[in-house]
Every structure is written in structure tokens, then in C-alpha cells.
């Protein structure tokens, strides 16, 4: 699985739109690009994936550029609530997530 | 549905004792997974299982064992704790085919070993 990129920590203001992005320079075709966050400490929430399409479902919006190395994560009107630890990661949707330490985003009133 | 459970939510062990964590799942998933995450680290594959009757190694099985004991279930036996198994463990499951990343995790056994 490809090796993903991400900045350690971030700050949003509530009410505004987190984006947090993610560098896979050297994913491969078929590889999807998945998300998932981490509320304190309780066990890993699947946010959203996509392959090469943009995808928006009720919690994110995941922009992919046109070359596939790099995506954004959207969550559109942050809230108090979406204070977490973000990963993006990159599978053939096999067996394997790897995690690495993600992106700590806090959003503060 | 209860989606993933694990039972205990806290264990405290001294070292050379054994435990087995046990998870549950009611989504008739396919697959099911054993974490552990360490503080200030992402989460680690200790085992996993593709199907019923069969498991796998992950990144880091050494000290542990896991059975599938049916498709709801899939334990993890620690034989003899040490305290460098101190951790969070978290249990998941996911479908299988395309949609295996989407995996759904349990609440986590808290885990110390002195």
C-alpha cells in the first residue's frame, strides 16, 4: 500500500470548513484513498473513501486531484464535535489499513 | 445493532498472567480484525481473520494468539502479558470484496501490564 503524508496538527474555527489534506505521490491504480478519524480515544470512525471521483456523503466531501497524488478531506461546517485525530489511507481495500499518526485537527469557538 | 463489542473495557494484569479479550460482531461481516495502538502511535494489525476458519498475521502478532470461533466472534489471548503489551486494543470487522477498508471498529480494551 502507498505511503500517505500528513501535516501533524491543525486548527478550525467552528462554523468553518476544515480542509485537511493528504499527500499520496505514489499511490497506484487501483488504490482507493480512505479516511477515517479518531475522537479521543474511542476506536477509529470510517469517514469516507473514493478512487479517482470527487465524493461527498453526509459527513465530508473528498476532493482527489485529476493525477491521484494528493486529496482533501472537506468537513464543510466544523463543529466542537469533529475535534479529532483525522487519517487518510491509502489500500487496495485488502485486508491491511495502515495507519500512521494522522492529523490532529481542533476546532476552537 | 450493537455494531463491534469488547469485553473487558479495562484489564490490569501483572506480568506472566494471562487474559483473552473477546469482540463480537452483529453485521454478519466477513472479516473481522484485532489493533493495538500505543500512546501517541496509530493503530498497529496484530491479526486478522479474511473468513470464518481462517486467521492471519499481521504487523505485530508476536505474544499474541487469536481464534475465529464463528463469524460473530474473534478473541485475542495474550499466554504471557508483559508490560511492553500495555496498550489500547481495538477490535473491528469489515465486508468483504471492495469494501473491506471500510472497517468498523469496537469501543477498545484498556490494557496495563505491571
Known amino acids: 500500500d502507498a505511503k500517505t503524508t500528513q501535516p501533524p496538527s491543525m486548527d478550525c474555527a467552528e462554523g468553518r470548513a476544515a480542509n485537511l489534506p493528504c499527500n499520496h505521490s505514489?499511490?497506484?491504480?487501483?488504490?482507493?484513498v480512505y479516511w477515517y478519524r479518531q475522537i479521543h480515544s474511542q476506536g477509529p470512525q470510517y469517514i469516507i473513501h473514493?478512487?479517482?471521483n470527487n465524493e461527498t456523503n453526509e459527513m465530508a466531501s473528498l476532493i482527489i486531484t485529476e493525477d491521484r497524488k494528493s486529496s482533501t478531506l472537506i468537513l464543510p461546517h466544523a463543529t466542537l464535535r469533529d475535534t479529532a485525530v483525522y487519517y487518510c489511507i491509502v489500500t487496495v481495500g485488502t485486508d491491511k489499513l495502515i495507519f500512521g499518526t494522522g492529523t490532529r485537527l481542533q476546532v476552537f469557538p | 445493532n450493537a455494531g463491534v463489542t469488547q469485553t473487558p473495557k479495562f484489564q490490569v494484569l501483572k506480568t506472566g498472567q494471562s487474559m483473552t479479550l473477546q469482540c463480537a460482531q452483529d453485521?454478519?461481516?466477513?472479516?473481522m480484525y484485532w489493533y493495538r495502538q500505543d500512546p501517541g502511535m496509530g493503530l498497529r494489525l496484530i491479526y486478522y481473520s479474511a473468513s470464518e476458519g481462517t486467521t492471519d498475521k499481521g504487523e505485530v502478532p508476536n505474544g499474541y494468539n487469536v481464534s475465529r470461533l464463528n463469524k460473530r466472534e474473534f478473541s485475542l489471548r495474550l499466554e504471557s502479558a508483559a508490560p511492553s503489551q500495555t496498550s489500547v486494543y481495538f477490535c473491528?470487522?469489515?465486508?468483504?470484496?471492495?469494501?473491506?477498508?471500510?472497517?468498523?471498529f469496537g469501543p477498545g480494551t484498556r490494557l496495563t501490564v505491571l
Open positions: 473514493g478512487l479517482k
Open positions: 473491528a470487522s469489515s465486508e468483504m470484496g471492495a469494501r473491506q477498508g471500510t472497517q468498523y
Open positions: 453485521m454478519n461481516h466477513n472479516s
Open positions: 505514489t499511490i497506484s491504480g487501483n488504490e482507493y
